[in-house]
Every structure is written in C-alpha cells, then in structure tokens.
C-alpha cells in the first residue's frame, strides 16, 4: 500500500504504533495469518494469508480504520492511500521465503539502516523471539523441525545478499538533513532554508509542494528545516 501522491503515511512513532494495533486488531477479526510486515515513510509492505474474509475485505478494513485515525489527528480530510493496494499470489514455499527476505531488506536496500535487526517497524525480532505478535511458525519451520536451528538458519537467509524483487517496487534512499538543506537552498534559491518564511503564501507553497512531491523531502524535515509549522506543511 502506498501512500497517495507518495503521502507520507507515517510521520512518527505514534503512527506506527497505530498502524501495528490496527493490523493486530483485524488479524484477530478477520483471522488471516500475518507473516511479515514493513512500515515504510510512504508505504507499507504485508505478506499475509485470508482466512474468514476475502484479501479484498479485510485490506479495506485495515485501510479504512488507519485513514480514520490519522485524518483525524492531522486535521484532515480525503484519501491517504493510492489507489487499490498492488497484489500477487505466493503460491509454493520458495517465492514466500523470497518475499520474506525481500519485505524485511526493505530499510536496508532503502539505505535507512545498516543491517536488518536495527529497523524498529518490521516484525523481523518475531522471528528471532518466537512470540506470537505474527505468524512466525510457518517460515520457521520451512528451515528446520529443530527451532534453535531454524532460527539460524533463518538469520542466515534473510541476511543474504540478493537481487530479490517483488511487485516491481523501487524504494529511494530518504535524504540526509546537510542534502535536504542543500535541495531547499538550491530549488528555492535562498541562502537558509529558514528563508523560506519570508515568501509570500502561494510561491512558499509552491515550493513546499515541490519539495515534498518532487524531491522526496518528508514533512518532518522540511518543518524542521524550514521553521515551517507542520499544520501549514501538512495542508499544502
């Protein structure tokens, strides 16, 4: 699921949060299997199984009670995800390990981190603790009957270098604060990025659009960087 016009879904950990109980609380309505999960700035991968509830359903649920809570803090109205969620059967035991490894490298091709184990939003340390916030057993025990083995086997795995790709989605590396300054001060040709205020409503809004929708910049940075309120940010 990506976020409309890459919408930044996430702005902070409270959104996560949020995010993660909703997917809990469905799972235990709809009753379909979780597997693995990546919260993304503006998307979210899921690997998961129907069960009671057609993929359609429950993913309209998950989306809808998300975009309710989150409009609601941010002062909002509208669509937040793009379009209908992109899709596609895992139909044999290979492509779901491949899919598995491919969600969990998410924040490490991205650039966000250096190594798996230090991304907080996926379910990764699930699989690692043996906890039942995610179905876990299923790929476990594809590895090994034995859990303290598979478990290693497992590490192994999903660490491994790969050219795995899926659904055809490319992630951008996010933006360093000295590379998102140097973008503002270039793209809106001021000496600071604090500048910015002095402009006249419509042209900082221009800007601030293009900032955001074409150069990547999220909302916690430009407001950071800029001075900018969130709330004014968050309406352009």
């Not at 091709?109 to 907080?120: D, R």
Request: with cysteine; charged share 30%; net charge neutral.
């Amino acid at each position: 699921m990506r976020g409309i016009n890459r919408q930044t879904l996430f702005e902070d950990e409270e959104d996560c949060i949020s995010f993660t109980q909703t997917l809990q609380r469905y799972r235990k309505i709809c009753g379909y299997n979780l597997y693995a999960y990546c919260l993304m700035e503006n998307h979210v991968h899921l690997l998961l199984m129907e069960d009671k509830e057609p993929l359609e359903i429950l993913m309209r649920k998950i989306c809808a009670s998300y975009v309710f809570w989150y409009n609601k803090k941010y002062d909002r109205v509208g669509y937040l995800f793009q379009d209908r969620f992109k899709s596609e059967p895992v139909e044999d035991d290979a492509y779901f390990l491949t899919v598995l490894r491919y969600i969990f490298q998410n924040p490490l091709k991205a650039g966000i981190v250096n190594k798996i184990q230090n991304y907080t939003w996926t379910n990764y340390h699930d699989y690692i603790e043996g906890n039942n916030n995610t179905d876990t057993e299923f790929a476990i025990n594809l590895f090994s009957k034995d859990r303290e083995k598979a478990v290693r086997n497992f590490i192994e795995y999903i660490n491994k270098e790969n050219n795995d790709e899926c659904l055809d989605i490319h992630e951008k590396r996010k933006l360093t604060d000295n590379d998102a300054r140097k973008v503002i001060k270039d793209h809106c040709k001021v000496d600071h990025a604090m500048d910015l205020q002095k402009f006249d409503i419509n042209k900082r809004n221009l800007y601030i659009k293009d900032l955001k929708e074409g150069y990547g910049l999220s909302i916690r940075q430009i407001e950071r960087l800029t001075g900018i309120s969130r709330g004014i940010i968050q309406r352009i």
